[in-house]
């Protein structure tokens, strides 16, 4: 059963930073790209970042490109997304997505972050 387990979320002031961890299980974590997608309270799915497979290519939003960094480590299964220079705008719940060919197949439950004095 595929499985992935985001944590990290919590409440950061504004200027702050946070590391959001996604424990991958029940696939061969190496073998796909990832990815981390957020929803703000009361609006939509926004795409933040992906990774692909091997770790050597990495894509941004350009809302938060030069502040959020994607890694992974496939010997632990799991993807990170550092953020720094938070910002309130920033506040949303993060998911971790899996993609195959064909889109994003799984997704975790998320972490929710909120940047807040």
């Known amino acids: 059963e595929v499985q992935l387990v985001e944590s990290g979320g919590g409440l950061v002031q504004p200027g702050g930073s946070l590391r959001l961890s996604c424990a991958a299980s029940?696939?061969?974590?190496?073998?796909?790209?990832m990815h981390w997608v957020r929803q703000a309270p009361g609006k939509g799915l926004e795409w933040v970042s992906r990774i692909n497979s091997g770790g050597g290519a990495t894509y941004y939003a350009d809302s938060v490109k030069g502040r959020f960094t994607i890694s992974r480590d496939n010997t632990k299964n799991t993807v990170y997304l550092r953020m720094n220079s938070l910002k309130p705008e920033d506040t949303a719940v993060y998911y971790c997505v899996r993609t195959n060919n064909y889109g994003m197949d799984y997704w975790g439950k998320g972490t929710l972050v909120t940047i807040s004095n």
């Open positions: 029940g696939f061969t974590f190496s073998s796909y790209w």
